[in-house]
């Protein structure tokens, strides 16, 4: 009898350690960014404990203080223009190195997977040092545009992806049967590829707004959100101004990330099993 | 004859034309924005470090900046730095990264989509915002430190947790934990579980079935993970300089020392493109490796 209570806790031990395991991971990933969220409302302008109390103010503060509102409103403005741009030159570019034939086509396809391997620190460095030596001056239009050079290449490779997954004789179906060029991209392509548009736009935006590197070394006086956060906690100690506009920013960002998964699995329901589908795209997007 | 065959000929002439007409029009503007934004200022940079400084006095091309760089014994110890805390932090994610892939490929069952959302998500949070939680947990009068002090503990706050090569390897270990378990995690699932139970059944043990059955199986997305994750903690540069001090100094902050604080262009150039092409060696082996592994299956 005990022997079999031993030989049933074994079994049951890869379970317990697997729970404890993913648990632990669980706590370390997100425990500290709650933590942070909940000192946001600590009626106390340094965080420690004791807690004083609940209060909204560092809410207020964070909204009426002029720098932390226009570095969110920086981000998302840069993020919404890098992630469009990105997503029209990165679908133009996937379509040309999945379908057609040209001369340095390998070399094209190289060039672009080159840029998601060089980081960020010396895109930014190297940013900087060209537009010095132009005698560009920098600011959130130089940012974008060296965001835009490492953001887009990230759709081409969810978007060839997307393409790569259907077969080619479905559009020759389509254009044999009389569809133009134009019907055959939008009734045959477009509904296959939508959950990979969706996913790299998502990412793009993502990738954007949350730059550091780049928007640091090129944005010059033009402050983006991860770049304010960045100057404030290297002139002060930890400040509960920004654990508010920190909590906002990161609910906002489960919200995106549950939209986007939502999103993309309506997209993907024709293909059969959405959350599957819809969890790769997501993959494949967070893995660059 | 010959009035078959000229439309003919325009014929296969205009598809010639066309066939060069649409790879510049999808493939232009792509690569003009690389070429530009890209290439010309990896180009500038690389010439900027071949250059002397204005401060110099100087002009005329040089290797003295790379021969600065690589001769100063202060960044030969920031180097050793980087090297101990990035590949400290690589093993700590491996180590935990290759049986929590396991666990959710094999064992998650219907927690395995809502698991992988929330590594995801853990990857979307702003990074900032990660590191600026660490920092207020770990400080010296921060979170770990007062509840330890309150409960009798401790007697005197911890000072080590902040500012410290412990810290920059914690916060980073948990910045790129997604990238290092996604790559494994798809390496498991396209394995055919078959083969644990014929090793099983063959009479190999949990270790053998790892070593000689999973290991092989998950390598080219282990080498997937080192070729994501190793490089860009090399050059972080956020996390040492929020929570590193002087004892965890790297040279993401080296390079920005030189460029931003001491304006020295030619230095902070030299600098990167050394660092450019220690990311190139690296990641040409990595890949090679993943290639290969892949192949022999």
Do not use: C
């Amino acid at each position: 009898m005990r022997a079999g209570l031993a030989a049933r806790a074994r079994r049951r031990l890869p379970g317990v350690a697997s729970v404890a395991l993913v648990v632990l991971v669980m706590v370390v990933l997100f425990g500290p960014v709650l933590m942070l969220a909940l000192f946001s409302f600590n009626d106390s302008s340094i965080i420690s404990l004791p807690w004083e109390g609940f209060t909204m103010r560092w809410y207020e503060e964070a909204w009426n203080a002029g720098q932390a509102r226009d570095a969110v409103l920086n981000s998302l403005l840069v993020a919404a223009v890098v992630a469009t741009a990105s997503l029209v030159l990165g679908t133009l570019a996937a379509w040309g190195l999945t379908r057609l034939r040209f001369a340095g086509r390998g070399l094209a396809a190289g060039l672009h997977g080159s840029v998601l391997v060089v980081p960020w620190l010396i895109i930014g460095v190297a940013g900087l040092i060209f537009f010095s030596e132009l005698g560009v001056s920098l600011s959130l239009q130089t940012v974008g545009l060296m965001q835009l050079v490492v953001t887009f290449p990230l759709v081409v490779a969810i978007v060839s992806a997307g393409l790569v997954r259907f077969s080619r004789s479905q559009e020759e179906a389509a254009i044999d049967l009389g569809a133009s060029q134009a019907q055959m991209l939008r009734h045959v392509v477009l509904p296959q590829i939508a959950p990979s548009l969706a996913a790299a736009g998502i990412f793009a935006f993502a990738w954007s707004f949350n730059n550091f590197e780049i928007s640091f070394f090129t944005g010059g006086f033009d402050q983006t959100f991860p770049v304010w956060v960045f100057s404030i906690l290297r002139q002060s100690e930890n400040l509960p101004v920004v654990n508010a506009a920190s909590t906002v920013i990161a609910l906002a960002q489960v919200l995106a990330v549950f939209g986007a998964w939502l999103a993309i699995k309506r997209l993907s329901r024709r293909g059969g099993s959405g959350g599957n589908e819809a969890i790769s795209e997501l993959m494949t997007g967070a893995v660059r | 004859m010959e009035s078959a065959s000229l439309p003919l000929g325009r014929r296969h002439r205009g598809e010639r034309r066309r066939s060069l007409l649409r790879p510049l029009a999808f493939m232009s503007l792509p690569m003009a924005i690389l070429g530009l934004f890209f290439l010309a200022p990896m180009l500038v940079m690389l010439v900027i470090a071949l250059q002397y400084g204005i401060l110099s006095g100087q002009s005329g091309f040089t290797l003295t900046n790379f021969s600065d760089v690589l001769g100063d014994e202060l960044y030969r110890e920031v180097a050793l730095t980087t090297v101990q805390i990035a590949t400290a932090a690589m093993v700590i994610q491996l180590l935990l990264a290759v049986p929590l892939a396991y666990v959710l490929a094999f064992k998650a069952g219907r927690w395995e989509i809502p698991l992988l959302l929330f590594f995801v998500l853990a990857d979307e949070l702003n990074p900032m915002v990660r590191i600026y939680a660490w920092r207020m947990l770990l400080g010296r009068e921060g979170l770990i430190n007062s509840a330890l002090l309150d409960i009798g503990l401790i007697e005197q706050p911890i000072d080590a947790l902040l500012f410290s090569k412990f810290a920059v390897i914690v916060v980073l270990s948990t910045s790129y934990l997604t990238y290092t378990v996604i790559p494994i995690y798809a390496a498991m699932k396209a394995i055919d579980t078959n083969m644990f139970e014929a090793a099983r059944d063959l009479g190999a043990g949990w270790w053998t079935t790892f070593r000689r059955v999973l290991l092989p199986l998950i390598a080219p997305g282990i080498f997937v993970a080192l070729l994501l994750v190793y490089i860009p903690l090399f050059t972080d540069f956020a996390s040492p300089a929020l929570v590193g001090g002087t004892e965890g100094y790297m040279l993401g902050n080296a390079v920005n020392d030189l460029v931003l604080e001491s304006g020295d262009l030619n230095g902070g150039a030299a600098m990167s493109m050394l660092m450019l092409l220690a990311a190139g060696v690296f990641a040409v082996i990595a890949y090679r490796l993943a290639k290969i592994k892949q192949l022999e299956q």
